[in-house]
């Protein structure tokens, strides 16, 4: 390449130009005696570059291109209550991959523990349904609002050696028993209304009893759970230094670890850590007891390490890079899972925790300390089921007197008397753990059936 041509890539301004088209050597003997104007260029160069760098931001994990129309990425899961979001690091098929993987992972590990606590996600999914249960001798699901629901067939026939049959019928209430009349009428081979008649002739009992103890089994953790919290630190973290950062050789391992697992990264480079969070006391009173809680901080050599916080129950402390990162920087997220309006993403400005002690998990205690939590979890259940569970019995009781919605104030004291005895008598069964039976007679049923079907009718 020869020197004019070199100069003329160089320094593309028409003033040089016009200088390289007079082709006096002198001219270019000068051009090539200014060093600062090609470094100039080269820093122009690098900032252009940087500048499309940023309009055409790509995926941390995969180099897509990153545009509008990028699907949000949950920062802290969606399915723990995360509200804040980011279309600046991962592209909306690794998002795709993630959600249906790893942070699945996480999703099917906190789902008892969602619908015991009745936490919504971020976008206000109720929790899931627990479905198959085993309550004692009874399979029950709990309901996306936790209320437990017997698992039977709504009607079995069982023939009697005398001739005859007993047809068992269990609905939730006397109503849900009218769509299985055409069905029993098969079974036993006459008319509907040869059904209305037996059910006229029997007597019903509407049985209202608290569910065996469930034993759920609560496991947090193993490798694809501990991927997805390190994606929600690697992520969290790219939104302060820039993705750029973390696609440096030095989150190599981290990425690698988060796109395809890597039992070696597991075993040295995520620990759990039990110890209670030098400031929890502060976090529960901004954030609740169950708080959930990100925090990525570098020391000076650029070691960035994350620690983790599920539900306060546990964490884990996961090194994102060894060293050779941004050093001496923080953030941290946090949020509330039972109110997700309530989280903050500017927390580490305001609580500081230190680096070392983020940097030393500890769970040598064999998890004692986040079983503790966990109980303190489990008391919070309880505590809110029984509420719940009055306010459930207050509004059948109500119900039953044809009672609903706004009502006129009560002006027959005998009625309300009624109503506060039956009230007292239903909860107090319920807290000794006993069955509240109330019968009903084969006339009420097969009226009330009658009812449903001129309605649809
Ligand atoms: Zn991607």
Redesign the pocket.
Known sequence: MTAEGRIGLLLPSWAKREALRSGSSVQLKAAQNEPPPLQKVREADVQALKLRGEQVAT?I??D?ELTEGTKPEHILLNALGGRKTTRRV??S??NGKFGSTIDNEVGKQVAVLRNMLQLDSGTGGEPTMLRKIQSGGDVINLMNDGTPELVAKPFSIRKLENGGFELLITTKSVEEIEPYVPHIAAQLRCTEEQVFQILKSTTGSYVERRPETVHHALGFGGPIAVRSAAKSALVLWATLTGSDEVKLPQYDDVRRFITDGDEAFNLTRAHLDSRYLPEATELVRRFGKFFNLIYVRSNESGRVVAHFTLYNVISWHIVLAETGGTPNARIALVSNPLEPAEWSDTIADEVEIDFAWLDSPDYTDELKRARERLEGALRHHVETQRERELSRIIDAVFTKRGIVGEHELFKDPRLWQEIIAEIGHRFALHALGLPYVETVSGEEIAARLRAVRDKGA
């Open positions: 995926c994990f995969c897509n991962d592209c098929m690794c």
